[in-house]
Every structure is written in C-alpha cells, then in structure tokens.
C-alpha cells in the first residue's frame, strides 16, 4: 500500500518568515495530494490540494509543489503569521481512492 | 450548509465495553470515511462507506466495524474497548469518494 513520509515532525519560524513542508509517497499511482491544517482542539481542514498533472499550484501566501518522478511533494508557507500555527498534514490518493496521511507537521510561528 | 456532525463529542468508556460513535455527512455526500487520531500515529483509516457498503477498510481489528444507513448517515462500533482505543475518532465525508473531503469535529474516545 502507500507510504506517506512527512518531514520535519515540528517546525518553528519567526513571523515573516517562510515554511516548507514536505512529503514522500511510495505509490506512483497516486493522484491526488491534499494538505489540511489542524488547529489545536478543531478539525483537519482542507487548505490546498494538487493533481498529478500539475506541477505546482498557489493560494495566495500558500503554495504546493509536485515533483513525480522523485514522488514528493511540499508545502510552501510564505509571510507566516501567528494564525498560521497548526499542525499542518500531507496526504496521497491513488488507486484506492483513500488518501493516507502522513504523521503531521507542527508548524509554530514565534511572533 | 450544515458540516459533517459528529456525536457524541466526548466519550468516556471502561476497558471491556463497546461503544457507537455517529458521523452525519454533508448533504448530498454519499461517501464516509473513518479515522483514528493518535498523537503518535497520524491519521489512520478505518474504512470508507458508500451507499451503504464498505468500499474500502484499513488495518484494524474486527472490533472495529461500522455500517451507513440509507441517508448516509454513518455509525463505527468498537467492541471489548482496549486501553489503546483512546484517540479522537473523525469521519470525512465527500460527494463520491473522488472529490475533496470535509471533517467533522471528532469524538474524542477515552478508555479507562
């Protein structure tokens, strides 16, 4: 089955400064790539997501990035704020249909 | 338009009993997914419901089941309730499976 590999575990910027995330997948029939950011007590949300047929897509101050043939994939935060704190989850989609996450990213933005 | 609703939001149980979670999808969402949140562990699947059929079901022991009623309403049992069965259980519901996933709140499950 897939594999997903998130790395680093927890991750602290000042405010301004930028964030990546990133993330590796086994499966090169996956498809799909979501991020979701969970803040402290509330539930995962969906703040961007890339296809495999893209190769990188942005959301104002979020980006994504998708390199296939090495099978991973990044989040890029740029202009962090203190709101931006969460723990932030990758996760792939392939022929299964269900995503596997990996194990969370806690981002901390010092302001 | 109402989110997936979760209940009940906590839940505190002792080792040996069983317990029901419930998972209410979006509106028109036929799909529902089940998983486990532990600090250690991530987000694991449990399994997915469409239509009223498991369509897909993670690596987890028969004491876990579940079942979708006919308005896509889900429900996940756990039965014989182990020490380890402590974690926030969250369902997601999509359109079909295929599209983006919306979560609940979660039911945060503690066993004593």
């Not at chain 1, 932030?88 to 806690?106: H, K, L, M, N, V």
């Amino acid at each position: 089955g897939e594999n997903v590999e998130q790395h680093p575990s927890t991750l602290s910027v000042q405010e301004g400064d930028s964030a990546v995330i990133k993330c590796t997948y086994s499966d090169s029939a996956s498809n799909y790539f979501p991020w979701y950011k969970q803040e402290l007590g509330k539930r995962p949300q969906l703040i961007i997501d890339i296809r495999s047929n893209v190769g990188e897509k942005k959301d104002q101050r979020i980006a994504v990035t998708l390199n296939k043939t090495a099978k991973h994939f990044s989040l890029h935060i740029t202009e962090t704020q203190p709101e931006d704190s969460a723990v932030y989850f990758c996760a792939a989609r392939g022929g299964s249909y269900i995503p596997t996450f990996g194990r969370g990213t806690s981002l901390i933005v010092h302001p | 338009k109402a989110g997936v609703t979760q209940t009940p939001r906590y839940l505190i149980k002792t080792r040996g009993q069983q317990v029901t979670l419930s998972c209410s999808p979006i509106s028109g969402h036929r799909s529902v997914s089940w998983y486990q949140q532990t600090p250690g562990q991530g987000l694991q699947f449990l399994f997915e419901y469409f239509s009223e059929t498991q369509r897909n079901k993670g690596n987890f022991p028969g004491r876990f089941s579940g079942r979708q009623f006919s308005n896509s309403r889900s429900e996940m049992n756990v039965s014989t309730l182990e020490l380890g069965d402590s974690a926030l259980y969250l369902c997601a519901s999509s359109q079909t499976g295929r599209t983006e996933a919306f979560f609940g709140q979660g039911t945060r499950l503690t066993v004593v």
